[in-house]
Antibody, heavy 124, light 107 residues
Framework: QVQLQQWGAGLLKPSETLSITCAVYEGSFSGYQWSWIRQPPGKGLEWIGEINQSGSTNSNPSLQSRVTIQVDRSKNQFSLHLRSVTAADTAVYYC??????????????????WGQGTLVTVSS | EVVMAQSPATLSVSPGERATLSCRASQNININLAWYQQKPGQVPRLLIYGASFRATGVPDRFTGSGSGTDFTLTISSLQSEDIAVYYCQQYDNRPPYTFGQGTKLDI
């Protein structure tokens, strides 16, 4: 049973960089897409971006200019960095495993395992 | 970007009754749709993928159906433990993967 454990700073000031790391335990790191998803307080889910074992990334166009997602294959970990945060970035951030299939080079994934979430508050 | 619209925003159902939740995509997403359950203070949990396939451990009272642009999650006999917000997610056209705004299920 795969487990995702995440950690990162919970309180940031505007303009700082959000950094969260997710470690994958008890499961294969390869063959999946690894995503970051966030949820502002009392609101719905927003996909931020993904990475796979080879380091190939995709991100939400709405955040793309500020997002970097990295992978450390030696530790089965991946990380999110979101630059120049504002109060609008206040949210619970989740890492998640994307499981699915590939057809004609395109991934089709749903999220079958999630980290416990990290509440990040941006306030001056 | 594919926009996902869920209805109703809130649904009140009595225990033992059937609950029907709807999700509509702004364009054809075939059967590339998942449903998640999020109980208060908890992490989202995968219920359904491929529009109709139950995830491991999901009770058979949860049924997903639909294709193209219109999808339904049916809970056949509501239990008190089913109180949650339910989200649909499309994975046909990405990036980005997109979620509906959620349906809050009350008893």
């Amino acid at each position: 049973q795969v487990q995702l454990q995440q950690w990162g700073a919970g309180l940031l000031k505007p303009s700082e960089t959000l950094s969260i790391t997710c470690a994958v335990y008890e499961g294969s790191f390869s063959g999946y897409q690894w995503s970051w998803i966030r949820q502002p307080p009392g609101k719905g889910l927003e996909w931020i971006g993904e990475i796979n074992q080879s380091g190939s990334t995709n991100s939400n166009p709405s955040l793309q200019s500020r997002v970097t997602i990295q992978v450390d294959r030696s530790k089965n970990q991946f990380s999110l960095h979101l630059r120049s945060v504002t109060a609008a970035d206040t949210a619970v951030y989740y890492c998640a495993r994307g499981r699915g299939n590939i057809k004609r080079g395109k991934y089709y994934v749903w999220f079958d395992s999630w980290g416990q979430g990290t509440l990040v508050t941006v306030s001056s | 970007e594919v926009v996902m619209a869920q209805s109703p925003a809130t649904l009140s159902v009595s225990p033992g009754e059937r609950a029907t939740l709807s999700c509509r995509a702004s364009q054809n997403i075939n059967i590339n749709l998942a449903w998640y359950q999020q109980k208060p203070g908890q992490v989202p949990r995968l219920l359904i993928y491929g529009a109709s396939f139950r995830a491991t451990g999901v009770p058979d009272r949860f049924t997903g159906s639909g294709s193209g642009t219109d999808f339904t999650l049916t809970i056949s006999s509501l239990q008190s433990e089913d109180i949650a917000v339910y989200y649909c997610q499309q994975y046909d056209n990405r990036p980005p993967y997109t979620f509906g705004q959620g349906t809050k299920l009350d008893i």
